[in-house]
């Protein structure tokens, strides 16, 4: 038995080539040895049996002529029915094709409806909204007519006590103070928990540019709350990164460390510089009455060049270097910011009395 599939010439329908139980009025195994005679015909066994020829008429030429004919006719069956279902087909594209645009106009209609009726609905939402807010401006001033009625009448005295409140609140609190917070009495001076440690433990770096950065930061945040500005240098707060500004040309130098072979001379003339401005700035306070000093050596250090006291601001190299100086120098530092803070807050004190 044959796997291979075939579509009959005659119904049209596929089958596989068998025909072991075919109507003795045709019995193919007559003609197997013919070679005009194809074993595989391409008609269906139902097809074929329903052929109603004599086995005595049947030979080659006879049957190949019946196949032609059946095949003929079914060619025109065919063209037939393709052409009523083409026909049919045309009619239904050009039905279908006006059909939909009907429907698309239709549609094209109720968005071009739904839209009308949405931009109404904005613009009655805008007014809406124009409305509340006027509505909104006028109870506003209302509530602050009757507030001020009852404050006039009742409330005064309980005003009074709420700004007297605020005020003392405001006394107590500076921003300087809250922000930055400062420890010398360990043996490492420090900035909001930045310690100006070993310079050459490469570990310490970030400790000690985070430290730098706070102070530069506060110096910045003074400077600015006091009007002062130098002629010479401008501080650039910008955290581990920050950097001193050389106004006589424009050179800025990062004040921090990366690599102690590399940036260590960069490092104690940005730190020198920095103590250069800070100096100008105390003067400028004194000069100012902003700042009063009674024990300049115990409360305020005096800072001389490169050193405050007698301590240089400067990191030592080689084998005999001395790092108690740089650490020492460091906490006479911060002894100079806790001062101006305290200053400050000295000053809003008086200001609020």
Not at 19 to 40: A, C, R, T, V
Not at 305 to 319: V, Y
Request: hydrophobic share 30%.
């Amino acid at each position: 038995m044959s796997t291979k599939l075939y579509r009959c010439i005659d119904c049209g329908k596929e089958f596989k080539f068998d025909y072991s139980e075919i109507n003795p009025n045709l019995n193919l195994s007559d003609y197997k040895k013919n070679l005009n005679f194809p074993e595989e015909i391409n008609i269906c066994l139902q097809c074929l049996k329903n052929i109603n020829i004599p086995k005595d008429n049947l030979s080659p030429s006879n049957s190949n002529q019946l196949i032609e004919k059946l095949t003929q006719k079914n060619i025109e069956h065919i063209n037939q029915r393709y052409s009523k279902e083409e026909l049919d087909l045309k009619n239904y594209d050009e039905n279908e094709e006006k059909k939909m645009e009907e429907e698309l106009n239709k549609i094209k209609t109720e968005v071009e409806k739904d839209e009308s009726d949405l931009n109404n609905l904005l613009k009655d939402l805008e007014k809406m909204e124009n409305d509340e807010n006027n509505f909104c401006n006028e109870f506003c001033n209302l509530e602050t007519k009757l507030y001020l009625e009852l404050i006039n009448k009742k409330n005064y005295s309980s005003l009074i006590n709420n700004l007297n409140k605020k005020i003392y609140r405001i006394n107590t609190t500076n921003i300087f103070s809250e922000l930055f917070k400062i420890n010398f009495s360990e043996k490492f001076g420090s900035i909001n928990g930045c310690k100006f440690c070993d310079p050459y433990i490469s570990n310490n770096y970030d400790s000690i540019n985070g430290g730098w950065g706070y102070i530069i930061l506060l110096t910045k945040l003074l400077s600015i709350k006091y009007l002062f500005e130098s002629n010479k240098y401008d501080l650039i707060p910008e955290g581990n990164f920050s950097r001193i500004k050389i106004k006589n040309g424009g050179e800025e130098i990062e004040i921090g460390i990366s690599d102690m072979n590399r940036t260590m001379d960069k490092f104690n003339k940005a730190m020198e510089i920095y103590l250069e401005y800070l100096n100008e700035f105390l003067d400028f306070l004194k000069k100012e009455g902003k700042i009063e000093i009674k024990n300049e050596e115990n409360i305020c250090p005096k800072i001389t060049g490169n050193k405050i006291k007698d301590k240089c601001i400067h990191i030592e190299e080689g084998k005999d270097k001395n790092l108690d100086n740089w650490f020492q120098c460091m906490k006479y530092l911060l002894h100079i910011l806790k001062f101006l803070i305290c200053q400050t807050l000295n000053n809003e004190n008086n200001f609020y009395k």
